[in-house]
C-alpha cells in the first residue's frame, strides 16, 4: 500500500499564550490514515498522538459512544476529558455485531495504514475482523492491540484497567509514606505509558513497512509492560541482590537531599540534588557547608543513608523563608527546585504560558478551550491541534460518502437498521 497523498488543509487561526494567530500545520503524518476503535484511554491517546502529527484519524465507535465520552467533569454536556483524547479525530458510528458493520469497517480498513484496538482477546476475531482477516483486505495494514496484559499469558483473558497495571508493576508498592498503604496516581498514568509506547511502535511499524519494504505487522501491547519498563533497575537489584524497594514518602532511594519542604508562607517547593556538586552547593546555602565536607558526603548511596542529617538542615532554612526568596536563593546558587503547583498555578506560570504548554483552541461546543499542547516541538514539520473531541458520529456521512460512496438513502437504511 502506498503512502496517500496529504490532503489539502486549509490554514485557521489558533489562540496561543501570547494571542498571536498561528498556523495550523499539516503535520509530518500527513495522508496516514488510522482508524482509532479503542476506548477509554491508552489506545484513544495513541491515536491522537498520531493525529497531533497530522494523521487522519478516524474514531470508529459503537452507535452508544465511547465511556470516555462521559468520563470525568463535563460542560454543557461535553465531556471536557473527551475534548482533549480525542481532539484532531473524525467520528463515525459503526455496529460491529451487525455483517453491515463488519462489511463497511473492511472497507475502511482497505483504505487504512493503522488501526488501533482494545477490545478483549478473541473479541475481533469473533466478528470476522482479526488481525489475519483483516490483512487479507489490506496487506499492508499496521494494526495496535491494547489490552491489560496481552495477548498471550495466563492473565490475556482478564478485565484490565490501568490501575490494576499501577498495582501490579510495582509503582503503588513504591509510592506513599514508608508506614502508610500503597498509593494509586490519581489519573491514568499507565494508560498514558502504554500511549506513548503505542504511538512508538506503530512508527517503527510503519518505518520497517515503508522504508524496508517489510509489508504490514501486527502489535502486542500490554497496559502493563510499558509501566514496568520505565519504573528503574528493580527487577536488576532484586535478581542480583534480592532488594525489594519500598516506600520511601518523597524522599529517593538513590540520592538525598530529595523531598518537598514547606515555606513560611505555605507553599510546597521540591528539590532534587542527584548530582554531589548539587548537593554540595544546597548544604553551603542552607549554611551547613559542614555536612558537605564529610567523607561520605560525594557518594549519593551515603547521602541516601545520612537522609535525616541532610533533610532538617534543609527543611529548617527553606521553613524560615517565603517562598520568592526560596525560589531566588536556589537558582542564584545554582541548585535545582521547583514549586509544587496546583493546575491554576501551571496555567499561570511564565514560562509555561511562554511555550504555550497549556494552549487555546476554538472548540465547536464550548468556544474558547483550553487543553494542554503537543507534547514536543519539531522544527521543520510542526504538528497542530485542527480541533477538538467531536460529537458522537458527528462525520460519519461524510466519511463514509467520501471513503466508500456510502449517502443519501442507504446511510438512512444503515441508521435505521443500527449500523451506524
Same mark, same amino acid.
Given at each position: 500500500?502506498?503512502?496517500?497523498?496529504?490532503?489539502?488543509?486549509?490554514?485557521?487561526?489558533?489562540?496561543?499564550?501570547? !494571542?498571536?494567530?498561528?498556523?495550523?500545520?499539516?503535520?509530518?503524518?500527513?495522508?496516514l490514515?488510522?482508524?482509532?476503535?479503542?476506548?477509554?484511554?491508552?489506545?484513544?491517546?495513541?491515536? =491522537?498522538?498520531?493525529?497531533?502529527?497530522?494523521?487522519?484519524?478516524?474514531?470508529?465507535?459503537?452507535?452508544r459512544?465511547?465511556?470516555?465520552?462521559?468520563?470525568?467533569?463535563?460542560?454543557?454536556?461535553?465531556?471536557?476529558?473527551?475534548?482533549v483524547?480525542?481532539?484532531?479525530?473524525?467520528?463515525?458510528?459503526?455496529?460491529?455485531s451487525?455483517?453491515?458493520?463488519?462489511?463497511i469497517?473492511?472497507?475502511?480498513?482497505?483504505?487504512?495504514?493503522?488501526?488501533?484496538?482494545?477490545?478483549?482477546?478473541?473479541?475481533?476475531?469473533?466478528?470476522?475482523?482479526?488481525?489475519?482477516?483483516?490483512?487479507?483486505?489490506?496487506?499492508?495494514?499496521?494494526?495496535?492491540?491494547?489490552?491489560?496484559?496481552?495477548?498471550?499469558g495466563?492473565?490475556?483473558?482478564?478485565?484490565?484497567?490501568?490501575?490494576?497495571?499501577?498495582?501490579?508493576?510495582g509503582?503503588?508498592?513504591?509510592?506513599?509514606?514508608?508506614?502508610?498503604?500503597?498509593?494509586?496516581?490519581?489519573?491514568?498514568?499507565?494508560?498514558?505509558?502504554?500511549?506513548?509506547?503505542?504511538?512508538?511502535?506503530?512508527?517503527?511499524?510503519?518505518?520497517?513497512?515503508?522504508?524496508?519494504?517489510?509489508?504490514g505487522?501486527?502489535? !502486542?501491547?500490554?497496559?502493563?509492560?510499558?509501566?514496568?519498563?520505565?519504573?528503574?533497575p528493580?527487577?536488576?537489584?532484586?535478581?542480583?541482590?534480592?532488594?525489594?524497594?519500598?516506600?520511601?514518602?518523597?524522599?529517593?532511594?538513590?540520592?538525598?537531599?530529595?523531598?518537598?519542604?514547606?515555606?513560611?508562607?505555605?507553599?510546597?517547593?521540591?528539590?532534587s540534588?542527584?548530582?554531589?556538586?548539587?548537593?554540595?552547593?544546597v548544604?553551603?546555602?542552607?549554611?551547613?557547608?559542614?555536612?558537605?565536607?564529610?567523607?561520605?558526603?560525594p557518594?549519593?548511596?551515603?547521602?541516601?543513608?545520612?537522609a535525616?542529617?541532610i533533610?532538617?538542615?534543609?527543611a529548617?532554612?527553606?521553613?524560615?523563608?517565603?517562598?520568592?526568596?526560596?525560589?531566588?536563593?536556589?537558582?542564584?546558587?545554582?541548585?535545582?527546585?521547583?514549586?509544587?503547583?496546583?493546575?491554576?498555578?501551571?496555567?499561570?506560570?511564565?514560562?509555561?504560558?511562554?511555550?504555550? =504548554?497549556?494552549?487555546?483552541?476554538?472548540?465547536?461546543?464550548?468556544?474558547?478551550?483550553?487543553?494542554?499542547?503537543?507534547?514536543?516541538?519539531?522544527g521543520?514539520?510542526?504538528?497542530?491541534?485542527?480541533?477538538?473531541?467531536?460529537?458522537?458520529?458527528?462525520?460519519?456521512?461524510?466519511?463514509?460518502?467520501?471513503?466508500?460512496?456510502?449517502?443519501?438513502?442507504?446511510?438512512?437504511?444503515?441508521?435505521?437498521?443500527?449500523v451506524?
Amino acid at each position: 500500500m502506498t503512502r496517500k497523498t496529504p490532503e489539502s488543509i486549509t490554514p485557521q487561526d489558533v489562540p496561543g499564550s501570547d !494571542d498571536e494567530a498561528q498556523p495550523v500545520s499539516p503535520g509530518p503524518l500527513a495522508g496516514l490514515r488510522v482508524l482509532d476503535l479503542g476506548t477509554v484511554y491508552a489506545a484513544p491517546i495513541t491515536a =491522537m498522538l498520531l493525529g497531533d502529527w497530522g494523521a487522519d484519524v478516524i474514531k470508529v465507535e459503537h452507535p452508544r459512544g465511547d465511556p470516555a465520552r462521559t468520563h470525568g467533569l463535563s460542560k454543557d454536556g461535553h465531556g471536557l476529558w473527551w475534548k482533549v483524547i480525542s481532539r484532531n479525530k473524525r467520528t463515525i458510528t459503526l455496529n460491529f455485531s451487525k455483517p453491515e458493520g463488519q462489511d463497511i469497517l473492511r472497507g475502511l480498513v482497505a483504505q487504512a495504514d493503522v488501526v488501533i484496538e482494545n477490545f478483549r482477546p478473541g473479541v475481533m476475531e469473533k466478528w470476522g475482523l482479526g488481525p489475519e482477516e483483516l490483512q487479507k483486505v489490506n496487506p499492508a495494514l499496521v494494526v495496535l492491540r491494547v489490552t491489560g496484559f496481552g495477548q498471550k499469558g495466563p492473565y490475556s483473558s482478564r478485565r484490565a484497567f490501568g490501575t490494576l497495571a499501577e498495582a501490579m508493576s510495582g509503582l503503588a508498592h513504591q509510592t506513599g509514606e514508608e508506614t502508610g498503604p500503597p498509593t494509586l496516581p490519581p489519573f491514568g498514568l499507565a494508560d498514558g505509558v502504554a500511549a506513548l509506547a503505542g504511538a512508538y511502535a506503530v512508527m517503527l511499524a510503519l518505518y520497517h513497512r515503508d522504508v524496508t519494504k517489510g509489508g504490514g505487522q501486527v502489535i !502486542d501491547l500490554s497496559l502493563l509492560e510499558p509501566l514496568v519498563g520505565i519504573l528503574g533497575p528493580g527487577p536488576s537489584v532484586y535478581d542480583q541482590l534480592g532488594l525489594i524497594s519500598g516506600r520511601h514518602g518523597n524522599r529517593s532511594s538513590n540520592n538525598a537531599p530529595r523531598n518537598a519542604y514547606l515555606t513560611s508562607d505555605g507553599r510546597w517547593v521540591a528539590i532534587s540534588a542527584s548530582a554531589t556538586s548539587v548537593a554540595e552547593r544546597v548544604m553551603r546555602l542552607v549554611g551547613r557547608p559542614d555536612i558537605a565536607e564529610q567523607s561520605w558526603f560525594p557518594r549519593a548511596g551515603e547521602r541516601v543513608k545520612h537522609a535525616d542529617m541532610i533533610d532538617a538542615p534543609v527543611a529548617e532554612w527553606i521553613g524560615a523563608r517565603p517562598m520568592e526568596e526560596v525560589s531566588a536563593a536556589f537558582q542564584a546558587a545554582g541548585a535545582a527546585l521547583a514549586p509544587v503547583y496546583d493546575i491554576e498555578q501551571l496555567v499561570n506560570d511564565p514560562h509555561v504560558r511562554d511555550r504555550d =504548554m497549556i494552549t487555546t483552541i476554538e472548540d465547536d461546543d464550548l468556544g474558547p478551550l483550553k487543553m494542554q499542547n503537543l507534547i514536543f516541538r519539531m522544527g521543520n514539520t510542526p504538528g497542530s491541534i485542527r480541533h477538538g473531541g467531536r460529537r458522537l458520529g458527528q462525520d460519519t456521512g461524510d466519511v463514509l460518502d467520501e471513503l466508500l460512496g456510502i449517502s443519501g438513502d442507504k446511510l438512512d437504511e444503515l441508521r435505521e437498521n443500527g449500523v451506524i
